[in-house]
């Protein structure tokens, strides 16, 4: 069809970022279906779905089946990987900002676990003394 060395090698990195991102999202299916996964997983469809119609509306124009206004249709093509590249991003900043904050809450527990622990120990102390 004639694309160019650089289209080609856009494919592949795109096709290596889609990998990436459905891996992860079907990585984090299992932890739970947040907002931030579904975000995640509607962006990922957006961009998959952006890099097939960068293949498929050459095809189809060269071959005069494709109708209207083709400037539109690729503008179009390159507006849906975009969009759904914000919202991967979007979801992936949420799903961050989750796992910070419970790592931040685990840290505190554990922190309280510990002066629990001690304060337990003195008081064991404390009561052996008095006896």
Do not use: C, D
């Not at 505190?108 to 008095?130: D, F, H, P, V, Y």
Request: aromatic share 12%; net charge positive.
């Amino acid at each position: 069809m004639g694309y160019g060395i650089f289209f080609m090698l856009g494919v592949i990195v795109s096709l290596a970022i889609l990998v990436a991102q459905w891996v992860g999202i079907l990585g984090l299916r299992h932890v739970g279906r947040s907002g931030a996964w579904w975000s995640m997983a509607v962006g990922v469809a957006f961009s998959t779905l952006g890099l097939i119609t960068s293949f498929a509306l050459p095809f189809l124009f060269s071959r005069g089946i494709g109708g209207g206004s083709q400037h539109f249709a690729f503008i179009a093509s390159s507006a849906i990987p975009a969009f759904g590249s914000l919202l991967f991003a979007i979801g992936f900043a949420m799903h961050g900002l989750k796992a910070s904050r419970s790592a931040s809450r685990m840290q505190e527990l554990e922190q309280l676990t510990a002066a629990m622990s001690e304060e337990i120990n003195q008081l064991r102390e404390a009561g052996s003394k008095a006896v």
